[in-house]
């Protein structure tokens, strides 16, 4: 049988399997996309803890299901999601990179000029669904600012590792690194 991680957070549980991404490294593999129930139970939860804002950022695409839930929760009929790559309907975008701890590659992640130009001297939530290394918020908190955002909350469902450490995130429940 294979090695699972029993995950409880928000009155949900669930079994997550552990994943080698290097000999030295595993993670027990959280995944939302698809997981409802997940979703509409961590939501509030995480809404809960965070300050007054006027937008939600997250990165594409896990962070995506979870951001439309708590701009549901909070009332705003608006959330912004970076994109993995250009898209030809964007003009003039911001561009970063990020290797994360899951993709172990070089990544961009963009936010459109008009994404930019919303959170222009506003106060700017990002999302996501684990926070591991640290590296993929980072880039997102590169983006807002550089957009002219004010980032006032950086928050997941999960810290995973020495993430769950940090005094700057705001999180859930705690998720363990797997070392040999």
Do not use: W
Request: aromatic share 4%.
């Amino acid at each position: 049988m294979d090695k699972t991680y029993t995950l409880k957070v928000a009155g949900i549980e669930r079994e997550l399997p552990i994943i080698a991404i290097s000999q030295e490294l595993s993670i027990a593999s959280f995944v939302i996309l698809g997981d409802t129930e997940l979703v509409s139970h961590t939501a509030p939860e995480l809404a809960k803890k965070l300050p007054p804002i006027d937008y939600l950022v997250t990165a594409e695409a896990k962070g995506i299901p979870l951001v439309y839930e708590i701009s549901k929760l909070l009332g705003m009929s608006h959330y912004i999601v970076a994109r993995k790559s250009i898209k030809p309907y964007m003009e003039a975008p911001i561009v970063n990179e990020v290797v994360s701890i899951t993709t172990q590659k070089k990544q961009l992640l963009c936010l459109d000029s008009k994404d930019a130009l919303a959170i222009k001297g506003k106060r700017v939530a990002i999302i996501d669904d684990v926070i591991s290394t640290g590296h993929s918020i980072q880039v997102l908190e590169e983006l807002v600012e550089q957009a002219g955002g004010e980032v006032v909350a950086k928050a997941a469902i999960l810290a995973e590792g020495d993430a769950a450490e940090r005094e700057d995130i705001l999180f859930l429940e705690k998720l363990p690194l797997f070392t040999k």
